[in-house]
């Protein structure tokens, strides 16, 4: 598969006045002056500046935009958020006010600008949460027994990952060293990752803290969560075949989780809201979706995001995010039902976002089912990534008046090891 099946849309036909997501860049001229911005097509407007010139922002919200990060923005709470987004919206739909701000050079092209990690990043939690990836990796891994585990369908399962090591798109990742032990081997041997792979996933950025000892229910997910964004969780299979049992991942993941430089606020993606698949075991109350009132705001927690995966320019994969059968409020809900508390900056991510279709797999360790069946392109042959390849994840989701919203990408490519 090499070309897109419909025609590919423009900047402005994604990155609209209905996205307006949320990045922090700097300048070449002020290198260390970061500043948050807001997309708009291939542009980027400066939302502090545009704030003060127009007088969009009253207290308490005056200062949430001249800060060095979202940090302030995502603490702000969701009466805040929405205030603010109202107020952008105004400077980029009303026409005398874009005129301002375009007069006074407050639009920039993104071409010029250098993009940043956007906030943060408190605590991070991956998930596991697509049926069709999970069961393909427990067929890969255990092909005789079943490819659930027992738990799968009763909780969504996770672990904690290395927040220090989330970097924005564009930062190389360097090959990762470790220990493997080879097929048909005794002993391990360390040296860099022979089997590097990508994860296609969606991260989302907690805003709302909450208080040590209290769950946060399902219904909390649009309190406490500011938006999400494209995420990939580079992988080293075979560091982690070796090292993850009994306590699951550890460094072959933690050397670099990737994240769009664009935050979209959740704020834009009611068009996108959908029912997750059908529940087929029943599920305890707090994780309930299918329950009375469980969907009172709308129709479930789920969100129809079209990814792409990219690998050397060529697309390899569309996974549908619609297909995860646990959705980010049950997500929310699990890791707080402890009495966990969340942070401002909290990211937790979805975990590979796999569909039924053989097109539609989120990882190589899939599409190659294990580096059995190598993928074929423009870039030659691949099992896993070598050195200089390049990994691009888009997605789109559906926006008001039948346009799209489109999600900032991520990118890295491959470096050699050290
Ligand atoms: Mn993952």
Not at 32 to 45: H, K, Q
Not at 91 to 109: F, N
Not at 315 to 341: C, D, K, R
Request: hydrophobic share 35%.
């Amino acid at each position: 598969m090499s070309e897109a099946s419909t025609t590919e849309p423009t900047a402005d036909d994604l990155f609209g006045p209905d996205n307006l997501p949320y990045g922090v860049y700097t300048t070449p001229d002020a290198p260390e002056r970061p500043r948050i911005g807001v997309r708009l097509g291939d542009r980027v407007l400066d939302a502090g500046a545009a704030a003060g010139l127009l007088n969009l922002l009253e207290a308490p919200d005056a200062g949430l935009l001249t800060a060095p990060s979202l940090d302030p923005l995502l603490a702000a709470g969701r009466p805040a958020w929405s205030r603010v987004r109202a107020a952008l919206r105004t400077a980029v739909t009303d026409p005398d006010r874009l005129a301002r701000v375009t007069e006074a050079g407050l639009l920039l092209p993104l071409s010029g600008v250098t993009m940043r990690l956007p906030f943060t990043v408190a605590d991070y939690v991956d998930f596991y949460s697509s049926e069709h990836h999970a069961t393909n990796v427990g067929r890969l891994f255990r092909p005789d027994g079943e490819p659930l585990t027992p738990n799968w369908k009763h909780l969504p399962i996770g672990y904690h990952g290395r927040a220090g090591t989330v970097v924005v798109s564009g930062t190389p990742v360097v090959r990762p060293g470790g220990q493997r032990r080879p097929p048909g081997a005794e002993e391990p041997v360390f040296g860099p990752s022979t089997r590097l792979d990508i994860e296609a996933e969606v991260g989302f950025v907690v805003g709302t803290p909450s208080r040590l000892g209290e769950a946060v229910p399902m219904d909390g997910f649009r309190d406490h969560v500011f938006g999400l964004c494209l995420l990939n969780d580079w992988s080293a299979r075979d560091v982690q075949a070796w090292e993850y049992v009994p306590l699951g991942p550890f460094l072959g993941k933690s050397f670099a989780t990737s994240v769009a430089a664009w935050i979209t606020p959740l704020e834009a993606l009611e068009e996108a809201r959908t029912a997750p698949p059908e529940r087929t075991h029943p599920l305890l109350p707090y994780l309930d979706d299918t329950a009375p009132g469980a969907r009172d705001d709308g129709p479930g927690h789920g969100y129809d995001l079209r990814i792409t995966v990219r690998l050397n320019g060529e697309i390899i994969a569309e996974p549908p995010f619609s297909a995860m059968y646990w959705t980010a409020a049950q997500q929310l809900a699990h890791l707080t039902v402890n009495g966990a508390s969340l942070r401002t900056g909290d990211l937790y991510a979805s975990g590979t976002v796999s569909g039924p279709e053989p097109h539609q797999l989120g990882c190589l360790l899939e599409l190659t089912r294990n580096g059995r069946d190598p993928i074929t392109g423009g870039f030659g042959k691949r099992t896993f990534l070598e050195d200089g390849d390049e990994v691009t994840l888009t997605a789109w989701a559906p926006g008001p008046g039948g346009g799209r919203i489109g999600l900032g990408e991520v990118t890295g490519r491959i470096e050699p090891a050290g």
